[in-house]
């Protein structure tokens, strides 16, 4: 049982836009920055968004993040077949002093 | 371009010790402001965060992992190391290293390498 709570799945078609959600509380996304990952099966996860909502080099605008309260969101727009993979949420929990992560969503791109 | 890789051994024997090295190119592992860290993967599961440490030795450890997980620095090989002791089949995972920063996210990722815990 993970921490930080997604949805399982999500679906859109290609040129929509997703989000998905990650709920915590206020010892981890309450007080702390959240970060997003995407993990394609047998690669590394890559890093799409830390601090809430910055972009690291590279990747594009279509990623954004917020957060609001004890939730935060991933929002993708112009949905592409190649996002098809599972998205993690991620942020540091002060009572249990350790990095958490959500259980991950898997986005399929219909 | 900095890069991390994963090492070790594929295979180990329940009870034992898992020890895994992570060697960094691209950047100096003692630079400041600079951490590092593991993160597993079980089969079919989500990630879960192992532990980080500094260059100088500070470190932060999974509560559910902390009695058996030790993560050092080998800064004369620019080298990172985990060592999981006691390992039983739930330790069975794909284990990734990575750069992680003081916001709590990891920015450089290791390809990650497949333990199996099997007699």
């Known amino acids: 049982q993970s921490v930080l709570t997604q949805p399982p799945s999500v679906s859109a078609a290609p040129g929509q836009r997703v989000t998905i959600s990650c709920s915590g509380s206020?010892?981890?996304?309450?007080?702390?920055?959240v970060s997003w990952y995407q993990h394609l099966p047998g690669t590394a996860p890559k890093l799409l968004i830390y601090d809430n909502n910055k972009r690291p080099s590279g990747i594009p605008d279509r990623f954004s993040g917020s957060k609001s309260g004890t939730s935060a969101t991933l929002g993708i727009t112009g949905l592409q077949t190649g996002d098809e993979a599972d998205y993690y949420c991620?942020?540091?929990?002060?009572?249990?002093?350790?990095?958490?992560f959500g259980g991950g969503t898997k986005l399929t791109v219909l | 371009q900095l890069q991390l890789q994963e090492s070790g051994p594929g295979l180990v024997k329940p009870s034992e010790t898992l020890s895994l090295t992570c060697t960094v190119s691209?950047?100096?592992?003692?630079?400041?402001?600079?951490?590092w860290g593991w993160v597993r993967q079980p089969p079919g599961k989500g990630l879960e965060f192992i532990g980080n440490i500094e260059y100088s030795g500070g470190s932060n450890y999974n509560p559910s992992l902390k009695s058996r997980v030790t993560i050092s620095v080998d800064t004369s090989k620019n080298q990172f190391s985990l060592r999981l002791t006691s390992v039983t089949a739930a330790d069975t995972a794909v284990y990734y290293c990575?750069?992680?920063?003081?916001?709590?996210?990891?920015?450089?990722w290791g390809q990650g390498t497949l333990v199996t815990v099997s007699s």
């Open positions: 991620g942020t540091w929990d002060s009572s249990l002093s350790a990095v958490v």
């Open positions: 990575g750069k992680y920063n003081w916001n709590a996210f990891f920015d450089y």
């Open positions: 206020s010892s981890n996304i309450g007080k702390n920055y």
């Open positions: 691209g950047a100096s592992i003692s630079r400041s402001s600079y951490y």
